[in-house]
Structure formats: structure tokens, C-alpha cells
């Protein structure tokens, strides 16, 4: 009878602890992008040049509005586009967009997002700064299929 006890005591603790989580999700836990992640080839090549092509199903289309208003100053580079290619990629972003976004927040960057963080947490801080990571923001060192917008738990390999 303890016994029985314990374990519906256990049950009730884990469940209030899967109800609190979700209580101190601030909104930005946008999930992950659905797949097939949506593709456009202008996007894919301007905005895949430097870094990986961030899937637009990571933030809300306020904040892509934001990063592609500001690419003349965007994180110390110059990514400025012709007014016709800056459009076209800011229509297929917003289009795209996290539909999941509650929070009222449009950050720039996607690793600074809580989902982010929180999907992140078991991760140690030295582990981001090997030389084969280099940044949080190189999301392809470790999730195989980055570059098809698929962040699927199996399919990450943290490089040595
Ligand atoms: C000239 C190089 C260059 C081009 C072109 C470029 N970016 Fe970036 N971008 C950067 C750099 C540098 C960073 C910072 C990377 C870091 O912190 O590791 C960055 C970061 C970002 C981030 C934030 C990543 C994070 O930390 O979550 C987003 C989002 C982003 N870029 C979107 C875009 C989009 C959209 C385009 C196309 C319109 C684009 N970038 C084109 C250089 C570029
Ligand atoms: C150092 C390696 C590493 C980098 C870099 C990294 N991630 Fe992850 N990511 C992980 C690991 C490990 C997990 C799985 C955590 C777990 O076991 O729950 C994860 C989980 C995720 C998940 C949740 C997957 C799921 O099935 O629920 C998403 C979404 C995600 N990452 C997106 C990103 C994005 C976007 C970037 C780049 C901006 C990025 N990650 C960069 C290692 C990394």
C-alpha cells in the first residue's frame, strides 16, 4: 500500500512538473520548423552565403521584418541586397514564419530565444567554443539535416 502510495505521489509530481514548464514558457518556444521545410533559391543564395540559411519556421515575421530592414548593419557585416531581392526574401521569410510565436518579442538572433536556450540547457558553454562549432549559430556542426530546416533530436551528431 505504501508502495502504491509512492508511485501516484511520484506520478503527481512529474505531471505538475510538465504542467510548470510550460508555464514558464514565455512564448518564444516556437518548436521547430515544419518539415519539408519550405525552400526559395534566392534566399537559399543570399542568405546561405555566410552561414546557413536560417529555416524562416524559426522566428516570428516580426523579427525577420527586422533583420532584413537592417542587413546594411547585420552583425558586423554588410549584407545589403537590391530593393528587388530584398522583397522577394522578405516575403518568403514572413510567409513562412513561426505561426507558433506568442511572445510579443521579435529578437534578431534565433540563439538568443528561449526556446532555444531551453532546448539547449544540457549543453556546456566550453562545448559551444570547439573548433569545429565555433558558435551556437552554426546549428550544421551538429544537426545533420540543418540545412533542410530538420532539427530532429536523432539526427544530431556533436562533432569532437
Ligand atoms: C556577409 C555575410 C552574411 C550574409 C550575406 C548574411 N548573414 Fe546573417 N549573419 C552573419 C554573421 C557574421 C552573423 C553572426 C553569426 C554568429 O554570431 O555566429 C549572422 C547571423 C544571423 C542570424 C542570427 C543567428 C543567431 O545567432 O541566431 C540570422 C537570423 C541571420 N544572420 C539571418 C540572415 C538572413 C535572413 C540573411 C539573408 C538576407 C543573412 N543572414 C545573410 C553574416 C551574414
Ligand atoms: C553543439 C551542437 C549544437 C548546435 C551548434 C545547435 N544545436 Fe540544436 N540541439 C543540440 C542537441 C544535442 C539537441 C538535443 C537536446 C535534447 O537531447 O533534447 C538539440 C535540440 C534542438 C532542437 C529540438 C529538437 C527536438 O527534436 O525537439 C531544435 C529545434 C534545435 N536544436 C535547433 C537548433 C538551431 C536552430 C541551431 C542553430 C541556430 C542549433 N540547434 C544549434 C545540439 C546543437
Request: one cysteine or more; aromatic letters at 8%; glycine letters at 6%.
Given at each position: ?19 510548470a ?17 519550405p525552400?526559395?533559391?534566392r ?21 525577420w ?37 506568442r511572445a510579443p ?19 556546456a558553454?566550453?562545448?559551444w ?11 550544421a ?13 536523432h ?6
Amino acid at each position: 500500500m505504501k508502495k502504491l502510495f509512492s508511485s501516484i505521489l511520484i506520478f503527481a509530481i512529474s505531471s505538475t512538473t510538465v504542467i510548470a514548464d510550460s508555464d514558464k514558457d514565455n512564448g518564444e518556444n516556437r518548436g521547430k520548423p515544419t518539415l519539408p521545410s519550405p525552400s526559395n533559391a534566392r534566399w537559399k543564395q543570399e542568405c546561405g552565403s555566410c552561414h546557413l540559411a536560417f529555416a524562416p519556421g524559426l522566428l516570428p515575421s516580426a523579427s525577420w521584418r527586422k533583420i532584413m530592414d537592417g542587413l546594411g548593419e547585420h552583425f558586423g557585416t554588410d549584407a545589403a541586397l537590391t530593393t528587388q531581392e530584398n522583397g522577394e526574401i522578405t516575403a518568403f521569410l514572413v510567409n513562412n514564419a513561426s505561426t507558433r510565436w506568442r511572445a510579443p518579442s521579435a529578437p534578431l538572433r534565433i540563439t538568443e530565444t528561449y526556446g532555444f536556450k531551453r532546448k539547449h540547457h544540457e549543453i556546456a558553454p566550453t562545448l559551444w567554443k570547439r573548433p569545429a562549432i565555433k558558435s551556437p549559430a552554426n546549428c550544421a556542426a551538429c544537426h545533420t539535416g540543418a540545412d533542410q530546416g530538420d532539427f530532429e533530436e536523432h539526427r544530431v551528431r556533436i562533432p569532437r
